[in-house]
């Protein structure tokens, strides 16, 4: 995330920056703790006058909220794509650069609804902030698609063994099953058991799950893997994306999707700058968070397959990839899907 | 002599799992005098201690202290009530000084609570005071230990710490100190200074003394009484004399009396 | 250099503090605490009040681990019942701030009750393992109950005070500060009184304390109970100072943090449990400011920041141990007295 | 609820149990040794797998090599804490040793990130792939084999004890190091030996459970389940880890299947804890001896 | 003194916790084959020099600063605390220290340790056994629930089982009923006399000490004030005062006429 954020904002600079405008890039590390991040938000802040602000983790951007609306100077965007935070009534000055984890299940649930009608779906998620977030909402929508949920299954963070899960997750017998909560543990182990058990059932991930390096590391269980992603991968040449040619350009290894998550994200906040100062206003956090809105059908030079707008906290959007074992990439497996 | 008894032990019944470490002990404790019980190890005096001292509950039998029956009364209120002891292996809070050690001693007499102690200033600090002032001048006068009074007891010789022992049981107030081999692992000399303290408390204090002791040249000397308990049963009392001359107490305890003469015949034997 | 000191009546042995020289030692420090919001920045003023809560909280596991014994790897559990209480009360009745705390603090001492109760049967590790079953136990009510808003937890209005409206350090430090130094005062004199030298005879060996006079489980349930109002209080000011409190807020590692900080500092002294809790606070920064300052030269140093702190936190905890097992206030201890003793060493 | 459905969970369960059960031992014999409470079992047992790892993918060696080698690099990392962390900790109090243990945990945890990064990843596949089938119950291969590897291990401990003098001389090391010497015990060597042993018995667990559920420097938190294994099993007794190993490892199942996979932590804690109620030295530990 | 000695103390010092010096320049011998009493007041060192002569010193911190210790013409320094029960030197230490939840069978056992890496015979628990029957009976039970004197005879077989040429023994008379004490003291009599075991006998009770012991040497402040064959000892007048309780006359003295004023030791002042 941090090269993502560094990599786009020396594009922008290096091209003379917003309207003359530098952009300057603290960074500090937090570890996910929400103490500490609190700290390096009042360290940062304290030393420079911030308009734009990137936090890490749902407890901190939720912390902070109060703060940043007692400033009101500046936007904040997160690694967090919780549900929560995409409530613009409660977080005004907050946004993610993709689809909020049920937006994600949205696009996930949608295709299979085009894929399957009425077809038996399984949530696993961990139990946890992160895995519980989209769960409730989802299965409403769920429902809305004519879909069956048939099975919840939630393991306890960080646990390891899940042979009682997989044999419950059998018992349900789902045509689709989605994983949300984890980044790898323990869905390789799911998919393994479970094909050894005869399953036909479809897995399926959610934004932290889907990095090509992480698909990979699953073994066995990779080939066929699928899930949602608002961005192109790296090695994504379908298309025009002069954007992703300029990164493949700076950076000739894979970057993962992280990566790219911070490289929008940066983008979009140096848009929402460039909007407030071309309306000639003063670049506080309102003003900021409005320019922020007005983007409309906006091109993010192909990282997103197609213009993008933000109407709320999130953009919307996203695809579904299959993972093709053989060439050891995602393979896109359906259109871009709007919601 | 023999006043009215402070402590009525009858019928008293211990046993741990398949040990019977009392069976049926029954005897009296007279006001103002010294009781001393002997008997081998493992007859069961340190047992009878606890016992008295509410750390174990007998099966059977009762105490009385004071004309008070102790059943059902656990073992920090019967400290109240004036039952104070030193044990058998020193049992010295090691993480306090000398002088905390012997406040300690007056735990259950005093009335700090925890709101009192958080402020301090006030009812806490006088009552601090005022223990601290009669600490200083009853009991470590007495047993002149103003020299150690800030030491760590850690530090302190084992004939010292024994001292401090009984400087805490005296601050306890006592009506009855019990004393478990006050002078074990001691020399001759230091024996002596520590009867003399025993009777000193008998005789300034007042306070009636129960010990367990093996050294007989002491016991016979200083007590008024004398309790043989042997596999847990009294097999005799009486007065040292009538003690000493007890065959069964000869044969359970006390031997011949003369290691000299053993070793002279061993080695004899082995030559 | 001074040369021994002349006592002339028991209140003046008594005293906490029974030199000139500390007193005014102490002033200025007072004077220190005051003035320090009017010059800091708000990062500073945040690490201050982020410093005074952990000292607040590390003060009452000292209370209960140093001095009685019981080893507890519950203190941030004891922590969030105090939070989640103050939220609540905050959320639903928006009762004034002073009772939220009062009722954290005591509904957090009522559960310590609670968890304390198998401390007279379970001894020791037993213990231990026992206080993190009750942690885990809380953690899964505050993550499951829709009061504590499940694992969402929940998002709190300030603290107000004359109609100000307490949210920024700046505000804050004037409640927070002031609050940990009364509690730790509170300890410091409970430690000189009756129920100070039962702990410790609780914890040196108690069954011999019970025969002479100390209630055992009374104490130990005191001991539970004060430890966790401690915890509780903190816990409260916690939650007025970050104003979310969600099931993660207050991990398993963080009670171990706090065991940490009263060893690091030094077990069973005050002074240790307020070194111990900054030290450990403010360790993390340093290591930050250390990787800022190591970046140009060693241009991962930033990424490598989360296990760094990792190793030197488990570092510290053994290396503290093995060479300084009485800590900090034993090292401040040396200093002091190689100060009195100037030039003249001993 | 089926009985097939009950006999899968139940199977399943055992198997977890076995592999806690395994690392319940090595916690023990340190107990037994050293009295130390070893709160760094599982970053140990992280280490084994990540040792593994090491030997199988980084140096390219056959997993058959890389097993034998992750459980002697786990007994070299026993040695080296013993000498270098408990040693200079003999006569200090528990709590202090403990806390040491907890600090290792964090600095291998620390080190374990700085060197394969945060992520979780997977072990290379050596194992036989087969699925077990137990009657018609469907058995995890990777559970069976771990289960079996883990019966044979604490096996082989339980003989060692039974029929050497091995255990004298542990059970008389942690009792009074002093007169342990004073009978010509190598005090030094009893230590080093217990450490090794099961350092390199948590290793080896290690590899099996990172087989099965891939390692990540959070694996650790296996250690908290071995923890309430031997507290319920009573800290020094190895008879008490096999059945408090077996019987979290089925109640975790039993939970999991029927109340939902966040229950299972909350229910073993809730199990300790009454348990510890009735047996405050758990099923098998031995009581301390309490005497004025 | 008779025969070559097993023991060779030479003018050693002991200092805890690189503060508190204990011994000062300590001598003494232990004769082939005979006991040696070493009698003094509390904290005058007597444990101290035993752990130091079974190098245990090091487990409390403590260390030998100056002067060397022999056993049977070797350097113990050089050896390692459990190097020197292999040779033959066992340490009976303070306070019984047996393993209180082993069984009394288990303690010996562990005992056998001793002879590990020595060409002997197997470990002969029949003779423990015979010479203390009592520990027969129970051999099954925790040795924590023995009683005193019980423990005492268990510390002395462990010993036994470990087959030394010299034992050192830290007060076996601590806290034993009188009758017991004599029994011990018979047994011990006996070892040395059956066995020819040299022994250093620590004791605070003289009168046993001096009964069993051929030479005794009495110990103040870490440094020998007196020494001598047992004989010549009881002879000393202060010996006889401080140590053994005896009157001018020769009589003992009764604890009830002990004046309160403190009387000085001759060897002092
Ligand atoms: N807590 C206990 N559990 C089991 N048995 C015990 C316990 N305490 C004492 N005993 C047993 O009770 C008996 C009496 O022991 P006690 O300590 O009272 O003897 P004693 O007369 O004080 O001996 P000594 O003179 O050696 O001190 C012994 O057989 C002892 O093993
Ligand atoms: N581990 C230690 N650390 C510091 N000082 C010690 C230590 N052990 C003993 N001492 C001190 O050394 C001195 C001698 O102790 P030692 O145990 O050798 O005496 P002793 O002659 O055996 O006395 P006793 O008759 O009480 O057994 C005492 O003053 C004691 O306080
Ligand atoms: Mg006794
Ligand atoms: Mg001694």
């Known amino acids: ?213 992480t698909v990979q590391r699953m073994g066995d269980a990779a080939e066929g893997f699928m899930g949602v992603m608002p961005y192109r991968y790296y090695y994504d040449k379908d298309g025009s994306s002069p954007m992703l040619e300029k990164i493949r350009q700076m950076r000739p290894e894979y970057q993962s999707t992280g990566y790219l998550q911070g490289f929008v994200t940066a983008m979009l906040m140096a848009e929402a700058v460039k909007r407030t100062l071309d309306a000639g206003k003063e670049l506080t956090g309102a003003n900021l968070k409005a320019g922020l809105n007005s983007i409309k059908d906006f091109d993010t030079g192909g990282l997103f397959g197609v213009p993008i707008s933000i109407p709320g906290n999130s953009v919307p959007v996203g695809r579904i990839y299959r993972f093709d074992a053989k060439a050891k990439q995602m393979q896109p497996a359906s259109d871009w899907i709007k919601l | 002599m023999v006043a009215s008894p402070i402590l009525e032990v009858s019928g008293v019944s211990l046993a741990f799992g398949g040990v019977r470490a009392l069976s049926d002990v029954s005897f009296n404790v007279p006001e103002g005098a010294i009781t001393a019980v002997i008997g081998p190890n493992g007859a069961g005096k340190t047992s009878l201690f606890n016992t008295i001292s509410g750390f174990y509950r007998p099966q059977a039998g009762s105490i009385r202290f004071a004309g008070e029956s102790l059943d059902g009364v656990r073992a920090p209120q019967r400290a109240a009530r004036g039952l104070a002891r030193t044990f058998q ?20 007499h005093m009335r700090t609570g925890v709101l009192d102690a958080l402020f301090y200033w006030g009812r806490a600090q006088k009552e601090e005071l005022e223990l601290r002032a009669e600490i200083e001048e009853r009991i470590i006068d007495f047993l002149e230990i103003q020299h150690i009074r800030n030491a760590s007891v850690g530090t302190l010789s084992y004939g010292l710490q024994k001292r401090v022992e009984l400087a805490r ?103 | 250099m001074r040369i021994g000191t002349l006592k002339t009546s028991y209140a003046a042995d008594e005293a906490l503090f029974d030199s000139s020289v500390q007193r005014t030692l102490l002033v200025l420090l007072a004077l220190g605490a005051i003035a320090f919001p009017f010059v800091a920045s708000p990062y500073w003023l945040f690490l201050a009040c982020l410093c005074a809560i952990n000292v607040a909280s590390a003060t009452g596991l000292n209370l209960l681990t140093g001095y009685t ?228 030269f060693y241009p991962d140093a930033l990424a490598a920041l989360a296990p760094v702190r990792t190793i030197v936190f488990g570092g510290l905890i053994v290396g503290f141990l093995i060479f300084e097992p009485r800590g900090l206030a034993e090292i401040w201890r040396r200093l002091r007295r190689f100060f009195h003793l100037w030039p003249f060493r001993t | 609820m089926d009985a097939l459905f009950l006999a899968e969970v139940t199977l399943a369960g055992l198997g977890a149990g076995a ?40 140096l390219g060696l056959s997993p058959w090599l890389a097993l034998p080698l992750a459980i002697a690099a786990g007994g070299a990392l026993g040695w080296l804490v013993e000498r270098a962390l408990i040693r200079p900790m003999l006569g200090e109090s528990p709590i202090s040793v403990f806390m040491v243990t907890i600090g290792l945990g964090s600095i291998l945890t620390g080190v374990v990130q700085l060197g394969w990064g945060a992520d979780p990843l997977r072990l290379p596949e050596f194992m036989p792939s087969a699925p077990v089938f137990i009657g018609e119950a469907y058995l995890a291969p990777k559970v069976a084999i771990g289960f079996v590897a883990a019966a044979v291990v604490i096996g082989l401990f339980l003989a060692l004890f039974r029929f050497s003098r091995g255990g004298v001389a542990l059970k008389a090391t942690a009792a009074d190091q002093g007169a342990a010497y004073s009978v010509g015990i190598d005090v030094p060597r009893v230590f080093s030996v217990a450490w090794i042993l099961a350092c390199a018995t948590a290793a080896g667990a290690g590899v099996l459970v990172g087989a099965i559920g891939g390692i990540s420097p959070t694996m650790g938190v296996f250690g908290l389940s071995v923890l309430v294994v031997v507290i319920i099993g009573g800290l020094d007794s190895i008879a008490g880890a096999l059945v408090g190993g077996l019987l979290i490892g089925l109640v975790e199942a039993l939970a999991g299947a029927f109340l939902g996979g966040e229950f299972k932590l909350v229910v073993t804690f809730a199990l300790l804890l009454v348990l510890l109620m009735v047996r405050p030295y758990g099923l098998f530990g031995t009581h301390e001896i309490e005497r004025l | 003194m008779a025969g070559p000695a097993v023991l060779d103390v030479n003018n050693v010092e002991v200092v805890y916790n690189r503060t508190v010096q204990v011994l000062r320049g300590l001598s003494l011998q232990v004769p082939q084959g005979e ?108 040795a924590g629930y023995l009683s005193g004197g019980e423990q005492q005879m268990l510390a002395i077989g462990r010993a036994l089982i470990a087959r030394p040429s010299l034992i050192l023994l830290d007060e076996p008379s601590l ?86 004023y403190k009387r000085r030791k001759r060897w002092l002042s």
Request: net charge neutral; with cysteine.
């Open chain 1, 1 to 213: 995330i941090h090269a993502g954020i560094q990599d786009y904002l020396k594009i922008l600079n290096d091209g003379g920056g917003i309207k003359g405008r530098k952009i300057k890039y603290v960074a500090e590390d937090t570890a996910y703790k929400v103490d500490a991040s609190v700290a390096a938000f009042n360290k940062i802040t304290g030393q420079e006058k911030v308009s734009l602000y990137y936090g890490d983790s749902t407890g901190f951007s939720k912390t902070i909220n109060p703060e940043l609306e007692r400033r009101g100077s500046m936007i904040m965007a997160g690694a967090s794509f919780a549900t929560e935070l995409n409530d613009p009534k409660k977080f005004p000055l907050q946004f993610m650069a993709g689809p909020d984890y049920t937006e994600m299940f949205g696009i996930l649930l949608r295709y299979i609804a085009k894929e399957k009608p009425g077809a038996r779906v399984a949530f696993v998620y961990s139990d946890s902030e992160f895995g519980r977030d989209p769960i409730t909402p989802s299965e409403a929508v769920a429902k809305e698609l004519k879909l069956s949920v048939v099975e919840k299954i939630v393991t306890p963070p960080g646990s390891v063994d899940v042979s009682t899960e997989v044999l419950k997750l059998r018992r349900a017998n789902p045509d689709f099953t989605i994983f949300h909560g984890y980044v790898l543990a323990p869905i390789p182990e799911f998919v393994t058991q479970a094909k050894q058990m005869g399953m036909k059932s479809q897995f399926m991930g959610t934004f932290w799950t889907m990095d090509n390096s």
């Open chain 2, 89 to 108: 292996n020193i049992a010295l809070f090691r993480g306090m000084t000398v002088l905390d050690n012997i406040k300690l001693g007056r735990h259950a």
């Open chain 2, 169 to 271: 049981a005296l601050a306890m107030r006592p009506r009855i100190l019990m004393l478990d081999e006050p002078v074990a692992g001691m020399n001759r000399e230091e024996t002596e200074d520590m009867a003399r303290f025993i009777l000193d408390v008998k005789e300034e204090w007042g306070v009636t003394i129960l010990m367990v002791e093996h050294d007989m040249g002491m016991v016979m000397d200083i007590s008024d009484r004398v309790v043989v308990l042997n596999f847990g049963q009294v097999i005799a009392s009486g007065t040292p004399r009538e003690v000493q001359g007890n065959d069964a107490v000869i044969a359970a305890y006390l031997g011949s009396g003369d290691v000299g003469a053993i070793a002279r015949r061993i080695k004899a034997e082995a030559a």
């Open chain 3, 69 to 296: 014994g019981l080893v507890s790897l519950g203190q941030a559990a004891f922590m969030s019942v105090g939070a989640y209480t103050v939220a609540v009360l905050e959320i639903r009745l928006g009762t004034p701030f002073f009772i939220n705390l009062l009722v954290g603090a005591g509904f957090a001492a009522a559960i310590g009750v609670l968890v304390g109760i198998p401390s007279l049967k379970v001894k020791g590790l037993y213990l231990a393992i026992a206080t993190i079953a009750a942690s885990v136990i809380l953690h899964f009510l505050f993550s499951h109950w829709s009061l504590t808003g499940e694992s969402r937890g929940l998002s709190m209005p300030p603290a107000r005070l004359f109609g100000l409206n307490l949210d920024q350090p700046f505000l804050l430090y004037w409640l927070i500060m002031p609050v940990t130094c009364l509690m730790v005062l509170g300890a410091a004199n409970l430690l000189r009184t009756r129920i100070g030298r039962a702990f410790i005879a609780i914890r040196d060996r108690d069954i011999s304390a019970e025969v002479l006079g100390i209630p055992l489980l009374r104490y130990k349930l005191t001991s539970f109970a004060i430890s966790s109002f401690y915890a509780g209080l903190a816990g409260g000011l916690w939650a007025y100072f970050f104003r979310v409190v969600t099931p993660e807020s207050f991990p398993l590692v963080n009670s171990i943090f706090y065991l940490a900080a009263i060893i690091v500092g030094g077990m069973g002294t005050i002074l240790g449990g307020i070194l111990g809790a900054v030290f450990m606070t403010l360790v993390p920064e340093l290591l930050k400011f250390v990787a800022n300052w190591a970046t140009p």
């Open chain 4, 19 to 58: 592999l806690y059960a395994l690392t319940g031992v090595a916690f023990v014999l340190i107990y037994k040794a050293t009295r130390v409470v070893n709160l760094a079992i599982g970053e140990i047992l992280m280490l084994g797998g990540y040792a593994f790892l090491g030997f199988a993918a980084g």
């Open chain 5, 35 to 142: 006991i040696v009493a070493l009698l003094g007041s509390n904290g005058a060192g007597k444990s101290t020099l035993l752990k130091a002569v079974s190098n245990l010193l090091s487990l409390e911190d403590g260390d030998v600063t100056a002067g060397a210790i022999r056993f049977r013409g070797d350097d113990i320094a050089a050896l390692t605390p459990h190097g020197l029960v292999r040779r033959g030197l066992f340490h009976v230490m303070e306070g019984r220290r047996i393993f209180e939840d082993l069984s009394v069978e288990e303690n010996l056992t562990a005992a056998t340790f001793a002879l590990t890496g020595r060409k002997l015979p197997a470990a002969d628990f029949d003779l423990v056994y015979s010479y203390f029957p009592r520990l027969h009976e129970c051999r099954k039970g925790l």
């Open chain 5, 175 to 260: 806290g034993l009923a009188p009758k017991l004490v004599e029994e011990i003291f018979a047994i011990i009599a006996r070892i040395n006399a059956e066995q020819k075991v040299s022994m250093l006998l620590v004791e605070q009770n003289a009168a046993v000490a001096f009964a069993v012991a051929n030479y005794g040497y009495i110990l103040e402040m870490g440094k020998v004030v007196i020494d001598g064959p047992v004989e010549k000892l009881m002879r000393d007048q202060d010996v006889r005062e401080f140590y053994l309780g005896l009157g001018g006359a020769g009589a003992e003295r009764s604890y009830r006429d002990i004046k309160h």
